[in-house]
């Protein structure tokens, strides 16, 4: 090659439009510890420093359903919206984050036979880190809480249907993921 078209190519190269990767698909391996939690949570880039998210959880099970004293479960179905600040770039690095989040929930049976279910909405703070594993995968980790407002009925036992309490109250819970996310 003639030193000629390297030199234009060394000015040209740099003006063309270059797309950088700007949507994610991620799932969190914390959830499906919990008793099988499905999950996943899309993401787009907005800006070089900010991505958008929505996500979602269920969990359907029910353990030791034909066994009411060993019946257990932790049902739900959560859905969520927020956003990311990134230091450096989306999807690299360091990030903090905020999310608005509903939960419909029925969990009980797994250290006490009580059982409680209900609706919580309120909103999230979390911080985290996402290692690029390569091009096109990262490893997201991050910790966390949400809180808000739950409507809620506690009952004796999974199955029994004999009410304890039932009520309103404001509440706070830990959060964690450690999340594989696939970047495009």
């Not at 929505?54 to 919206?81: D, I, M």
């Not at 209900?118 to 990262?138: K, R």
Request: hydrophobic content about 45%.
């Amino acid at each position: 090659m003639s030193r000629r078209f390297l030199l234009l190519l060394a000015l040209v190269l740099p003006t063309l439009p270059c797309h950088a990767q700007r949507f994610a698909l991620g799932t969190n391996a914390v959830d499906w510890l919990s008793l099988g939690t499905l999950n996943a949570e899309a993401s787009v880039a907005v800006a070089q420093k900010f991505s958008v998210h929505v996500g979602a959880e269920l969990n359907p099970w029910t353990w030791n359903k034909s066994n009411p004293e060993k019946q257990f479960q932790c049902r739900q179905q959560s859905y969520w919206a927020g956003a990311r600040w990134w230091p450096w770039h989306v999807y690299s690095g360091w990030w903090a984050g905020t999310d608005a989040r509903w939960s419909e929930y029925n969990w009980g049976g797994i250290v006490r036979r009580e059982t409680e279910e209900g609706d919580a909405w309120g909103a999230g703070l979390y911080g985290g880190y996402a290692i690029m594993i390569s091009g096109s995968w990262n490893l997201d980790l991050g910790v966390g809480f949400w809180g808000g407002w739950k409507k809620y009925t506690t009952y004796a036992c999974p199955k029994c249907g004999v009410i304890v309490e039932q009520g309103e109250k404001a509440f706070i819970v830990p959060d964690a993921r450690i999340a594989i996310q696939w970047i495009f």
